[in-house]
């Protein structure tokens, strides 16, 4: 089966708790601080394996999850670092938000992409010493790594598509132009996933796609509809197959150009070429003068073939090179940044019989602090007050005692008083 959409789940490492910890010395009651920091959470990458066809390495395991780091711990000990998580992907896969903005179109053989960022270390509590305090009973836990539903989207990429109705004889042109060996049948539908063939010519490659048949109503998702019409959006170039010996070869033809219009007017424009087939049957000898007039009235190039036969297609590979020269080249999608918030804002929303608070900065602090240790959650109290936490909730109406949601925890709202 031919995969080309996933939808997975992805969680960076969190980041190794810091340690806390004091230098056991002979006769020394206690040491100095000596907790080391915790290890860096492993990323997660994407990177383009040319080898890759598909994306059904991603079929039905959706969340992916990237090592933590190590704790740290005494005598300075730094926690190791997780390991990356590397994910092969084929040229060609659109990397998404959950909001839909794009992380990344990604092209090229080993191109790469770091998707979820690893969360940092917590510090040990040596490094909280300071002239005033020589022995921090303090130590931060990890951050958590970034987590996130993300699409992934295969769009192929070629030089030239073949299109055309069914039975056209798109796979018989693909296996007499590439390397390509297209399954090829006298019923319509054979080809059900669009499939890549070079040819090659002077040592230079082109590549060409064999898209599956077209017929009307595709943009609306008939037949294969969109599925067909997303690999088209990267070919720079088409040629369009006709059965010249069915009756209703111009129909098929319009039919055609159509659909590409109805799904995305700017795919009509792009250069294209008519392979008028199977040249080999009397029914199209007889219908090619007057087809041939009505596309060439219209501007259209159109080369006579039979690719049962291997008629005309001297000629035909001649102009396909000449069409695929002459297309611009497709530029892979602009990534889109998240949208920018200020990291430091917080907001504050009624949740429950109480409040919650939300914001980046603030929810990081929260999740990086011990609630078994008082030093922190003293320090965590200060750090709310300092940044106007505090005061933002009491302007929100809340009294002592109401709780108070950040992240996954909950506290009691204290007035000043208390602390
Ligand atoms: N006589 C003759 N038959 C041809 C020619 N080209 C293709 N055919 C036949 O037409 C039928 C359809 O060919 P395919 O290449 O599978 O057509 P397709 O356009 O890929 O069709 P789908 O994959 O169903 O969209 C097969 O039976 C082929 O042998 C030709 O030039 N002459
Ligand atoms: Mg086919």
Not at 232 to 237: G, N
Request: charged share 30%; glycine share 12%; net charge negative.
């Amino acid at each position: 089966m031919f995969v080309d959409e996933a939808r997975i789940h992805l969680k960076a490492g969190d980041g190794g708790n810091g340690a806390l910890s004091f230098r056991r010395e002979k006769y020394v009651p206690r040491g100095g601080p000596d907790g080391g920091d915790g290890g860096r959470g492993g990323d997660i990458v994407f990177r383009v394996d040319p080898g890759e066809r598909t994306l059904s390495a991603f079929r039905g395991r959706h969340h992916y999850k990237a090592e933590s780091g190590g704790g740290g711990s005494g005598a300075l000990r730094h926690g190791a670092d997780g390991e990356d998580l590397l994910l092969y992907v084929p040229a060609g896969t659109v990397i998404r938000r959950e909001d839909g903005s794009v992380v990344r179109d990604l092209r090229n053989p080993g191109e790469t992409v770091l998707v979820a960022r690893g969360g940092r270390g917590g510090r040990g509590n040596a490094r909280f010493t300071s002239s005033r305090e020589r022995a921090p009973r303090l130590a931060e836990q990890g951050e958590p790594g970034e987590e996130g539903w993300f699409t992934l989207e295969l769009r192929l990429v070629a030089d030239v598509g073949l299109l055309g109705f069914p039975n056209a004889g798109k796979s018989t042109l693909l296996r007499r132009l590439t390397n390509a060996r297209p399954k090829i049948g006298d019923y319509p539908f054979t080809t059900l996933e669009p499939e890549l063939g070079i040819a090659e010519r002077d040592g230079q490659g082109l590549v060409l796609a064999d898209l599956p048949g077209l017929i009307e109503g595709a943009h609306e998702g008939r037949g294969l509809g969109h599925h067909f019409l997303r690999h088209a959006s990267r070919c720079r170039a088409y040629v369009q197959v006709l059965d010249t010996s069915a009756e209703d070869a111009l129909f098929a033809y319009r039919a055609v150009r159509e659909e590409l219009a109805l799904y995305d007017q700017e795919l009509a424009a792009r250069p294209f070429l008519v392979a008028l087939n199977k040249m080999d049957l009397p029914a199209a000898r007889e219908a090619l003068p007057a087809l041939r007039e009505a596309l060439t009235r219209e501007g259209v190039t159109c080369v006579a073939v039979s690719a049962g036969s291997g008629e005309g297609l001297t000629e035909l590979t001649d102009r396909i090179w000449r069409l695929a020269q002459s297309a611009p080249v497709q530029e892979p999608l602009p990534p889109e940044t998240k949208e920018r918030v200020d990291p430091t804002a917080f907001r504050i929303v009624p949740e429950g019989d109480g409040y919650r608070v939300e914001g980046v900065t603030v929810e990081r602090r929260v999740a990086m602090t011990d609630f078994a240790n008082d030093r922190a959650l003293r320090s965590l109290q200060r750090y709310l007050r300092r940044k106007g936490v505090e005061e933002a909730l009491r302007r929100e109406g809340a009294q002592p005692g109401d709780t108070v949601h950040i992240r996954d925890m909950e506290f009691d709202f204290l007035d000043d008083a208390d602390l």
